[in-house]
């Protein structure tokens, strides 16, 4: 007998010291969705906080971005699963419109491509990065992608299927990557970004962010196979 999941989404929120943010995330998940919040080494009370709030909650004590989605991804039941950062910068009641054209059949992987809600919100540095690895992967795939932000949508098997190994900055560039050199639709839809609450792990500084696009680089440094080139490796570690 092959087991249903109750839910019709689960949405992957990693989590490191977000307690200021969850209540306002967690509030704007869909109603019958559940949200799966990895903690991956918070010393605020993020579990805890996620937890009362109704919240799924994992941990995972390798530290880094893709190894706290990943995890997430593992913990998921939905037949779609959806991911999205849990800083308040995205708004998870308009994941609807990231998840309908999965649904309906007319793209296989759907990411949201931030639109700035006020200057600023978006540091330059960051912004820099993101346009240089739009066009790596236009290179690299042949996908004309404006954004590489962490909103997204995607059937759980098919993205399990995908094997991805990065477990740390990596990870969402991976996922499209790989995704392409498997036939995948990929789609983008607008979603506001707004200003995050709190602290960011990766991008709120140039080294953060100068870390994440040499992690990148690495995952577009690999061949179609999934095996890395040689002289470049995926390795985990801290975000």
Excluded at 150 to 158: G, I, L, T, V, Y
Excluded at 197 to 212: E, F, L, M, N, P
């Amino acid at each position: 007998m092959i087991e249903t999941s109750p839910f019709p989404v689960d949405v992957v929120l990693p989590c490191l010291d977000e307690a200021e943010a969850l209540p306002w995330v967690l509030e704007r998940i869909p109603t019958g969705w559940r949200a799966i919040v990895v903690d991956n080494g918070s010393t605020d009370g993020s579990p805890d906080i996620a937890r009362d709030l109704g919240a799924h909650v994992v941990h995972e004590p390798r530290r880094g971005f893709g190894a706290a989605c990943h995890a997430g991804l593992a913990a998921a039941t939905a037949d779609i699963v959806c991911f999205c950062d849990c800083d308040a910068s995205l708004d998870p009641g308009l994941l609807p419109a990231v998840v309908d054209p999965v649904l309906d059949g007319t793209a296989d992987l759907v990411l949201g491509r931030r639109r700035p809600t006020i200057r600023g919100v978006w540091p330059l540095h960051a912004r820099l990065a993101n346009l240089e690895l739009s066009r790596l992967v236009r290179r690299r795939t042949g996908l004309s992608l404006h954004d590489l932000g962490p909103m997204r949508a995607a059937s759980r098997e098919a993205l399990l299927a995908l094997g991805l190994t990065d477990r740390r900055s990596g990870y969402p560039l991976q996922m499209v990557v790989r995704a392409a050199d498997a036939g995948w639709r990929v789609a983008e839809t607008e979603v506001p970004y707004r200003p995050r609450t709190g602290r960011s792990k990766v991008t709120g500084t140039w080294r953060g962010t100068w870390q994440a696009v040499h992690d990148m680089r690495a995952v577009l440094a690999e061949r179609p196979d999934g095996t890395p080139a040689i002289g470049t490796s995926v390795a985990g570690g801290t975000r």
